[in-house]
Structure formats: C-alpha cells, structure tokens
C-alpha cells in the first residue's frame, strides 16, 4: 500500500510481531498488576535490535530508519504499552541525543551499550515545579573551581526507567538567569556517588514501566559528560522530544489497535437480545469510528517518520507533523480504549480482559513528552509564527 515501506521494514515488523505476541503479551497482566520492571524481555529486546533501530551498526544499534522504528515500536505496544514505553525512551530520546548531539568519544562509551540494550537509559527534563515551563527549574550544576567537574544539586521528577537506568540524560539550569537558555545536557553515570533514587510511583498505568524521582547531592559529573555546549540543553531536549513524540504516537497507535480488535472480537461473540451485538448499529458506528482515527493516526505518524527521515539530510525540524502525530494519536488511543470498554460493557471494567488496561495505559499518552494542551500551543504558534 505504502512504497516506502520495504521487504525489510516488513521483517522487522513481523520479527517485532512474533516477539510481542509470544513473549510479551502473556506477561503483561502479571507484571501490569506487580509493577515489576520486565527486564529479561527488555534484555532480550536488545538482543532483537529494537532498543537502537535508527543507530548505526558501528554504534550498537541495526542501522535502520524511523519508519522501521514506528513499525516496531507500534507491535511491541501493541502486546503491552509498558514494553513500548521502555523501548520508546531508550530509542527516541536517549539514543537519538547521543547519536546527534554526542562526542565520538561519548557514542562510544555511551551510545554503544544503551543502543544495543546492553545498559538502560533515561531522560530527565521534569522536576516537582517545573514541567513545560523548564525554564523555572530549580536544579543547579556548578562548574568547579578546577574546571574538571560540575558540581549538580537538585531533584528531578517522573524520570522513565529511573529505578533501572545505568545512564540517564540530565537537563539542569547553569546560568539561572538566562532561564531556558542557560539550561545545560549533561550524561549522568548513575552508579557514581552523590546520585539517588526515590521511591516508584505508584502509576494508574503503564506500571511496569519504572518511573521514580532521582535527587543529586554534590554530584560531580566530568565536564567531558557535558553534552552539547554550556546552554545549549533546551534546544537539545526539544530537538529530541520532536523524536520522542513520534515514539509516543507509535505507542498510542498500538494501544488503540489492541483495543480495537479486542473489540471486533468481542462484538462477534457476545450475545444480546438474540444476536451478536455487533449486528447493532451502535456498535458497528463505534467500530467504524475506531478503525477510522486508528488509520487516520497511521497516517499522520507515517508522514512525521518521513519527515524525521528528510531532516536528516535538510536539518530541517520536523516539529509541526511531530506534534500533530502526537495530539492526533494519542487522543485517539484514550478514545478508543474508552469505546473500547463500552462496547464490553460490565466485563470491560474487570481486569479478566486486558481492554481496562489498554484504557488505563492510553491515557498517559495525553501527558508525557507534552501533553495534549502543550501540542496544540506548538502547532498554533507554528501556523501563527505568534508567540
């Protein structure tokens, strides 16, 4: 249907397909209700390639491009939004700011093991008082007296495989007074003294994927971990949440796709006033109006794939189809997921089916990496050019 889609993205959609369905999907209630981190499938999903699709070989990952990223990544959550969560991250704002934004030296001390699932990573942005509006962060790094380290103090909030992450990208204020622009990027070992983590939140969904707070106390990061330079860290954390939104679009498309043929399935089997309830209208007009957002929301991601593809070569930003693949998507996976427990009715309430948890995990994607309020304001400013 698609020509850019080719024999080889077909493999690896298919590869990514028989791993969720066989090792995925049938611990994905277990670990939904215990809140456990699954690491032996993330590690295994390293091992298929799918934690650095779009990093080249030479740096850990399979050499591949963004649309075979959203095939993959749409499968994986497709089983379990949490999975796809953690590979999300990993691919879209880790690995693709360090393969951007990183020294030589830094791809191959850093990019190579989280690219290749070897090591885990996160990316921190958000603190208790600070969300969208980064510029107000409170956290600080200090350069030292020598040069040699900045000395970082602060806490950071709702940081995606906090509990598990071995290297995590940190976004702190070093010149307070410039707000966003005196923000700075910094590669934080987490195993290194002065670094914390709190407590896992405890999360309506998505909940085995780890999220908690991490708090630094005179942290000494190496100046050489700075990433980017000295104020340059809003511009790298935006370029790269342009990245994420379309990992975040993929994901709310795969939830909105379990939803809907749980919900074909269902209609086709259950019984109401002697028949199938999906011989009523209002049924069939809820099927029909979800398959149609779901192909919509396809579409809109292909096309901010392609985008990401041509910036490549153009360095042009891809903001404006990001952001429309993100609101679209992700509003329709929550839209969907809620049709979706209508349509089960009583037994879409119960945690026997897995349609409550599609509808508990769709939310999120309304939220993170810019909710649905702050992508309507990134395309209003960009049809305006009005601040």
């Known amino acids: 249907m698609f020509d850019f889609i080719t024999e080889e993205h077909e493999m690896i959609r298919q590869t990514a397909r028989d791993f969720a369905t066989t090792a995925i999907a049938p611990i994905a209630a277990e670990y939904d209700e215990s809140g456990e981190f699954p690491l032996e499938t993330v590690r295994q999903m390293g091992s298929l390639g799918f934690m650095g699709i779009e990093i080249p070989e030479q740096y850990g990952g399979v050499g591949m491009d963004t649309i075979a990223y959203v095939l993959a990544l749409e499968e994986i959550s497709r089983a379990d939004a949490s999975h796809g969560t953690i590979m999300s991250v990993n691919n879209s704002l880790v690995c693709h700011a360090l393969l951007k934004y990183g020294t030589e030296e830094q791809k ?3 990019l190579v093991p989280v690219a290749s699932g070897a090591k885990i990573g996160a990316y921190s942005l958000t603190e208790p008082m600070s969300g969208s509006d980064a510029g107000t962060m409170r956290s600080r790094a200090v350069l030292s007296d020598d040069g040699a380290h900045y000395v970082i103090n602060g806490r950071k909030s709702w940081v995606t495989s906090a509990p598990v992450a071995d290297i995590i990208l940190l976004f702190t204020m070093t010149d307070p007074q410039k707000q966003h622009r005196g923000i700075s990027a910094f590669i934080i070992e987490t195993d290194r003294p002065g670094f914390a983590r709190g407590k896992k939140e405890p999360k309506l969904g998505i ?7 991490i708090t630094f106390d005179d942290f000494r990061c190496p100046v050489e971990n700075r990433l980017g330079e ?36 269902y209609a086709k089997e259950r019984e109401a006033f002697g028949q199938k309830i999906g011989e009523f209208q209002m049924i069939q007009q809820k099927l029909a109006d979800m398959k149609t957002r779901i192909d919509a929301s396809r579409l809109l991601i292909y096309r901010a794939a392609l985008a990401k593809m041509q910036a490549a070569s153009t360095g042009e930003r891809y903001t404006m189809e990001a952001s429309i693949a993100k609101l679209f998507a992700s509003e329709t996976a929550m839209w969907v997921a809620t049709q979706a427990v209508q349509i089960h009715g009583g037994m879409g309430y119960s945690k026997e089916l897995p349609v409550e948890r599609y509808f508990r995990d769709a939310k999120i994607t309304e939220i993170y990496e810019g909710t649905s309020e702050i992508q309507r304001m990134v395309i209003a400013r960009h049809l305006t050019g009005l601040r």
């Not at 909940?207 to 707070?213: F, G, K, L, P, V």
């Not at 795969?254 to 809907?260: D, K, N, R, S, V």
């Open 108 to 110: 191959q001390k850093y």
């Open 207 to 213: 909940r085995a994927s780890a999220t908690s707070e």
């Open 230 to 265: 000295e104020g340059e860290g809003f511009k790298v954390a935006m370029a790269v949440l342009d990245a994420g939104r379309i990992g975040i679009a993929s994901q709310a498309l795969g939830i909105a796709e379990a939803a809907l043929e749980a919900s074909v399935s």
